[in-house]
C-alpha cells in the first residue's frame, strides 16, 4: 500500500522536473537552438499544430535558427507566430525560407531571464511540495482507516520527503547549471 504511493510520489516528481526542464530549454542563452520554436503553434486550416509540423527547422549557423516552410503560402502564418511569441525573436523572410537571428543579450536582459528562471525554479519546488503534501495526506488516510501502522505511516513520509529531497536538489542543480549559461558572455 504505502510502496504504490511511494512510486506514484516517483513518477509524479519526475513528470514535474520534466516540465521544468522544457521550461528552462525555453529560455535562450546565447545561442540558437532548435528547441527554442517548439511551443509554437501555427494554424494550418484551422488546426493548431506545432511548428516543426509545418516546416523544417534547422540551425543556420551558432545564431541564426533557419524554418523552411513545407507550403509556401505557409510562410507568413510561421513568421507571424514567431514574431508573436514570447520569445522577443525578429524573423526575417527571404523568398520561402525564414530566418530566425538570436539577438545578443544585453546585461539587463540576463538578469530578467535569470529572475524567469528563477521563478520557474520556484514553480517546480512549489509542484514537488504539492506532491509530498498529497502523498502524505494519503498515508494519513490510511492511518485512520487502520490499513497501516503508525510506525509504517512515519517510516513511509520520511520516505517520501527523502525522494522530495532529492528532486527538489535536481532543480537547484538545473537552475545553477542554466543561470551560469544564461551569465556566460
Known amino acids: 500500500m504505502t510502496e504504490a504511493i511511494k512510486v506514484n510520489v516517483s513518477e509524479k516528481m519526475q513528470k514535474s522536473l520534466d516540465s521544468f526542464k522544457s521550461d528552462l530549454a525555453k529560455v535562450r542563452t546565447g545561442r540558437a537552438h532548435t528547441g527554442l520554436l517548439d511551443h509554437i503553434v501555427i494554424d494550418y486550416y484551422g488546426s493548431m499544430v506545432p511548428i516543426n509540423q ?3 527547422v534547422n540551425l543556420g549557423d551558432a545564431k541564426t535558427i533557419n524554418v523552411q516552410p513545407y507550403e509556401k503560402s505557409m510562410v507568413g502564418k510561421i513568421e507571424k507566430a514567431i514574431r508573436d511569441s ?3 525573436l ?3 523572410t527571404s523568398g520561402d525560407l525564414i530566418r530566425v537571428p538570436m539577438p545578443t543579450l544585453t ?5 530578467d531571464l535569470i529572475k524567469v528562471v528563477r521563478t520557474e525554479a520556484e514553480s517546480a519546488k512549489v509542484a514537488m511540495r504539492n506532491i509530498r503534501r498529497d502523498a502524505n495526506d494519503s498515508l494519513k488516510k490510511l492511518i485512520k ?3 497501516i ?3 509504517d505511516e512515519r517510516r513511509s513520509q520520511d520516505e517520501v520527503q527523502k525522494i522530495t529531497d532529492k528532486f527538489i536538489a535536481e532543480i537547484d ?4 547549471t542554466k543561470e551560469s549559461e544564461l551569465l556566460a558572455i
Open 149 to 151: 501502522s503508525e510506525d
Open 86 to 88: 514570447d520569445l522577443g
Open 90 to 92: 525578429n524573423p526575417a
Open 145 to 147: 482507516e487502520k490499513e
Open 54 to 56: 509545418v516546416a523544417g
Open 173 to 176: 542543480k538545473l537552475l545553477q
Open 107 to 111: 546585461e539587463e536582459r540576463r538578469r
